[in-house]
């Protein structure tokens, strides 16, 4: 998948509508179209990285600026307190569906495992 017809990098070019909760210059947060719980949030780099198990030595820090942006979006959006969840999922097995690197914020609900 090439970055021209990737959904997220479409997402993050604003050819596609999303809900922006959270950009700086190397991410973007913004709510799941269809949300499993009261706040889901999705946070990707603006690189196009197809998921994370791309992720390198190199790029290891791309996926922390992930998790900084979700920790700091939890507080905004009033889950920390009680605490969230971050997913990341991996390959058809692992349910992911879009191929481009997404961090899941979820809250604002028990999350029981494994379902949630
Ligand atoms: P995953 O299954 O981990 O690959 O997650 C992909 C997520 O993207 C799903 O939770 C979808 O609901 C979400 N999604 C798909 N299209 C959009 C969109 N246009 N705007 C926001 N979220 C989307
Ligand atoms: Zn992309």
Redesign the pocket.
């Known amino acids: 998948m090439s970055a021209a017809n990737c959904?997220f990098c479409r997402?993050i070019r604003r050819e596609?509508p999303?809900e922006v909760v959270y950009e700086n210059e190397k991410v973007l947060g913004?709510?799941?179209?269809?949300p499993q719980a009261p706040v889901h949030a999705?946070f990707i780099p603006k690189k196009h990285v197809a998921g994370v198990r791309e992720i390198d030595g190199q790029s290891a820090p791309e996926f922390g600026d992930l998790v900084l942006a979700a920790n700091e979006s939890a507080s905004k959006l009033g889950v920390s307190g009680k605490g969230y969840r971050l997913v990341v999922?991996q390959g058809a097995d692992g349910?992911?569906?879009?191929d481009h690197l997404?961090v899941?914020l979820l809250g604002g609900r028990p999350m029981a495992w494994p379902t949630g």
């Open positions: 959904l997402i596609i999303s913004f709510r799941d179209i269809r999705l999922n349910g992911q569906t879009v997404h899941h």
